[in-house]
Structures are given as structure tokens and as C-alpha cells.
């Protein structure tokens, strides 16, 4: 495939009042995306993923460097950028009094559509995220989902050659989540190239063609799933139970040997672990010697969350 998004040396270097900081190394960020392909960008809670998706939107400037999308400069190109774009942001980018066809007349009539073209188009992007049937009840009616289906189907308006999807599946139920993932994968089959960011590693396990891991401002991992998990070789993720683990015993369970690392998040422990079943009974003796109530276990095969918690010893919902 062919290369339809250059980032060239990005970066962004802010000056606030407590000192200033950068998004991207000194010598910024480096990164293509294939024309076709769903590209996944993780990372944890200021890792830079906004400032860096902002940037390739044409929404913040860069302090250096360029993005060179479908041929175009976003700092010398911006408009021919933008119109070949799609951005879905992550907060609803809706009018709630409308509905929803008005929602989508209104930003097609910004794209430049009119007339017939935007009747037409409306009704196709209706069809196509499945609310026809509700085209003319206001979005404050509809469920989390269904505005979530509505937020995209504005992003499609224009016939994007890319759409920027940013954590689309924040907060709905089941179903709506995998409604979305399916069209996600039929955008992609009719040839869209689609930038993905979520905090779910199922969904990027799922979809992504390649994925790179940000931390710190830095694209630290790239690669296929089957490339990234092959770098944590023999490590297992064990996930033990243990609702408000002392500091002391982590750090103990830590201290195993074959044990890489050990953190804690929502109500579990998480070791990133060399043959995780030969660490376990080890670990399983440090936690009664505590006295605590072990309420679960499970052991996980190398995967793509051992691969980002091993880079960047952080869960990706921090």
C-alpha cells in the first residue's frame, strides 16, 4: 500500500506559565500512515495522541515539522487537507434541539453541499449508520449510541478519503459499540484510510491493520499486532483480584523473580510476567502471608496490553 498520511519531524512546544514542554522528541515525530489501512494510536492520558491528531487535522499549528496528507501540506495546504478529512471527535459534535437530519443538513451545507447533492447525501449517511427510521426525532431523544452513530455520520458528509475517529465508543452500551466497530470495518473495506484512538485494547486488537504506541510525545512501538506482540516474547499478563493491594505487598509481588513489572488499577493487580503460570503460586503466597482476600485470578498469553503495559508500565486508561 501506498503512503497517504507523512508525519515529517512534528512537533509542538508549548510555554505555559508552570514551564514550558513539548509534544515529540527534539527531533520531532516521524510517522507514515498507509493509504487503506486502520491505524491505531495508543496511548495513555497525555501521551500527546490529541495534540498529535490535532495537529494532522489542521485544529493546532505545529511549532515544527509538517503532515503531508493525500499529497497535500497541512501548513502550505490546509483546505485541501481538511477536504479530504473526516474528524469524529471524541466530545459530541452535535446540536441537541436538532435532529438529526437537520444536524447533518447543516454541517453538509458547511462542506459546501446544497440542494439535491445534500438531500441525497443525507439520506445515504441516514441509511448508512442505520437511523433512518429516527431522521427527524431531535438528538436529546436518542441514546448514547445512537448520538454516537449521528457524531460519525457527520464526519462522512463529504466523502473523506480519511476519517479521524477519536475514542468513538466512550461511554454506550454492548450493542451500540459493536455497531460502530462494524462500520468502522465497512468504511475501511469501500477503501477509507482510518486513524483510530481508543482505551479499549480489544477494539484496536480487533480492527487496526498496524498499530503505534505514544508515550511521552514519542511514537515508541510500531507495527502489526502479530510484530508488537512478538517483542514480549514469552511474558504473560497475570491479573489477580485483589481490591486495595498495600503498596508493600505490590512492591513484593514486584520483586519475584520473572516478574517485569507489577501495578495496580481498577481493583486488580497486573504482573507482567516470564511463564506467568510458574510465578503464580509464588505470588499467591505472598498474598496470603498478607492476609488479603485474593478474589480472582487469570493468566493471559502475550497480547497487545502486555506489550504497552511492558513500554510504558502504565494500564492504557491511565
Known sequence: MATFVKLDHLRKQYSPPD?????????????????????????????????IISMMSGLLTPTAGDVVLGGFSITKQPLDVKKQ??????????????????????????????????????????????????????????????????????????????????EPTVAIDPQSRRNIL??????????????????????????????????????????TLDELVKTVGEYDVIRLTLPEPPALVVERLGAIPNIQRAETTDGEVRLIARDGRQQLPEAIRIINEAGLALHGVEIEEPNLEAVFLQLTGRALRD
Open 19 to 51: 514551564g514550558p514542554y513539548a509534544v515529540g522528541p527534539k527531533e520531532g515525530v516521524n510517522l507514515e500512515i498507509l493509504e487503506g489501512e486502520i491505524f491505531s494510536l495508543l496511548g495513555p492520558n497525555g501521551a500527546g495522541k490529541t495534540t
Open 182 to 223: 462494524d462500520t468502522v470495518k465497512e468504511l475501511n473495506q469501500q477503501g477509507m484510510t482510518v486513524l483510530y484512538t481508543t482505551h479499549y485494547m480489544e477494539e484496536a486488537q480487533e480492527l487496526s491493520n498496524r498499530i503505534g504506541i505514544i508515550d511521552h510525545g514519542q511514537i515508541i512501538a510500531l507495527g
Open 85 to 166: 478529512i473526516g474528524v469524529v471527535p471524541q466530545d459530541l459534535a452535535l446540536y441537541p434541539n436538532l435532529s438529526a437530519r437537520q444536524n447533518l443538513n447543516l454541517f453538509g451545507t458547511l462542506y459546501g453541499l446544497s440542494g439535491k447533492n445534500l438531500s441525497k447525501r443525507t439520506d445515504e449517511v441516514l441509511e448508512f449508520i442505520d437511523l433512518k427510521d429516527r431522521a427527524n426525532d431531535k438528538i436529546s431523544e436518542y441514546s448514547g449510541g445512537m448520538k454516537r452513530r449521528v457524531n460519525i455520520g457527520v464526519g462522512l458528509m463529504h466523502r473523506p478519503k480519511m476519517l479521524f475517529l477519536d
